[in-house]
């Protein structure tokens, strides 16, 4: 529903969008032109209408980006099977990168997918990371902090490894972001720095994608034993 917020603009334009197709066309303008590049009168320039308009449907452009990087997350996820014959573990690592990919190609949107969730998708994101939790076997109790704290792995993470590289993708890049970080490593003092300075490789040659699956890995493996401590046969 559009929100009213004071008269309509004349002319009849916001009649004639709605909310999704502005945020659609938002994050064709954020994939383009980054954060910074987003602006009211582009937008509008975009769907030809007015700048009056957009607000008729959204209170500024902070609501925008949220509402966009929501579509994002919505994106991201609903081509993944809710359910899975490979059970509710493997559902997650699936749903996990999935998010992460989708946050890797719209770099702009992992530090504005946060927690609590408020927004729709970011909702069902997080309600169907608890359904499978709970479809592991994990004692009631213990279901809301463990689908939380994968929550808050999925986006958080995410943000942590994507978000730096988006602000330096169009200028130096990735790898010269990444190359000059590992030079200022090298040069600590081992005694004080002993773990930096001798992974300075690892820094400069890992993927994101891998970093992302290996830790979440772990936290999966350690879902699997608090749901069935048993060991295998």
Do not use: C
């Not at 066309?25 to 700048?51: I, M, Q, S, Y």
């Not at 609501?63 to 991201?76: F, K, N």
């Not at 010269?176 to 930096?196: G, I, K, N, Q």
Request: aromatic letters at 6%.
């Amino acid at each position: 529903m559009p929100r009213t917020r004071g008269r309509a603009p004349t002319g009849g334009r916001a009649g004639a969008l709605s909310r999704e197709i502005i945020v659609g066309a938002a994050v064709e303008l954020l994939d383009e032109r980054g954060e910074r590049g987003l602006t009211f009168r582009l937008l509008a320039t975009r769907l030809k209408t007015g700048p009056g308009a957009l607000y008729w449907h959204v209170a500024n452009k902070d609501e925008l980006v949220a509402l966009a990087a929501d579509h994002v997350l919505g994106g991201a996820f609903a081509t993944v099977p809710s359910t899975t014959d490979e059970g509710p573990v493997a559902g997650l690592r699936a749903l996990a990168v999935a998010v992460f990919d989708a946050l890797d190609r719209h770099p702009w949107a992992a530090v504005h997918v946060n927690a609590p969730a408020t927004l729709p998708h970011a909702l069902h994101l997080l309600d169907r990371i608890g359904t499978l939790v709970a479809g592991t076997g994990l004692p009631a109790g213990q279901q809301f902090a463990v689908a939380t704290a994968i929550s808050y792995y999925i986006t958080g993470v995410s943000a942590q490894i994507v978000a730096p590289h988006a602000s330096v993708r169009a200028d130096t890049g990735r790898e010269d972001y990444l190359a000059r970080t590992a030079e200022r490593w090298a040069e600590l003092d081992p005694e004080d720095y002993p773990f930096l300075t001798r992974t300075t490789a690892d820094l400069r040659d890992h993927d994101d994608r891998d970093q992302f699956t290996t830790g979440l890995g772990l936290l999966l493996a350690g879902l699997r034993t608090g749901a069935d401590p048993r060991p295998p046969a």
